[in-house]
């Protein structure tokens, strides 16, 4: 089983709203991923997590901020966006951060900030 | 800095007939190439992955891929083309910063397979 699943399929919120998206693997991967991607074009790097340790964060705002809370579990908690933040949000995972491993990706939510 | 490349950002091919996404790399070091797939408003599928060994690489949904190292390719095939494969191709090599945890995508391949 290859699958990752991500909640809510869609989102709409406000710019002062709080709000979270989150994903889930159980397929024993160790390393976790949040993409963003616009309409027609590829998915950009947010953040990884590997063995529950955020390793990597592409230099995103503060308004996104990631939580792990264990090695199933990945959320992306989202406050004071803006409309331009609006996007299909990825959820990734792999079994190790080793560059050989395949991302398996989860169906994305589909955020629309007003 | 490892870029991938597809030229086309559309290809049109009749329903039966063999189908071919193009894909070229440049990398520094050994080149971890994959393919994925999205249709509308979902995630990527992954497809396959040349990581070593066989040129041909054989994957998913009956597609397959070519790699090519003297012309740096790694086109994507299918030899009879479903209309249920219409969707956006990705290409992708993992980048060689992070410890190759980043992929970097091709800007992707419409393919339209028309009845």
């Known amino acids: 089983d290859t699958e990752v699943t991500q909640t809510p399929k869609h989102l709409v919120m406000g710019m002062t709203n709080k709000k979270s998206l989150k994903c889930e693997q159980h397929m024993g991967h160790r390393a976790m991923y949040w993409y963003k991607q616009k309409a027609k074009k590829p998915p950009e790097l947010m953040f990884v997590y590997s063995y529950e340790k955020l390793s990597i964060n592409e230099s995103v705002p503060s308004r996104f901020s990631p939580e792990c809370p264990n090695s199933s579990l990945l959320n992306l908690h989202l406050h004071a966006l803006q409309p331009e933040d609006s996007a299909l949000y990825l959820c990734a995972s792999s079994q190790l951060r080793v560059s050989t491993d395949t991302q398996y990706f989860g169906p994305g939510t589909r955020l629309t900030v007003l | 800095a490892q870029s991938v490349a597809q030229p086309e950002d559309q290809v049109n091919v009749a329903e039966g007939n063999p189908l071919t996404v193009k894909c070229t790399y440049s990398v520094s070091g050994n080149p971890y190439l994959f393919w994925y797939v999205q249709y509308p408003n979902r995630g990527l599928q992954f497809l396959l992955k040349?990581?070593?060994?066989?040129?041909l690489v054989k994957g998913s949904y009956g597609f397959e891929a070519e790699f090519n190292k003297s012309q740096t390719s790694f086109h994507l095939k299918k030899p009879s083309a479903l209309v249920s494969d219409s969707a956006l191709y990705f290409c992708a090599v993992r980048d060689i910063k992070n410890y190759g945890q980043n992929f970097v995508f091709g800007p992707g391949t419409r393919l339209s397979v028309l009845p």
């Open positions: 040349y990581i070593t060994g066989d040129n």
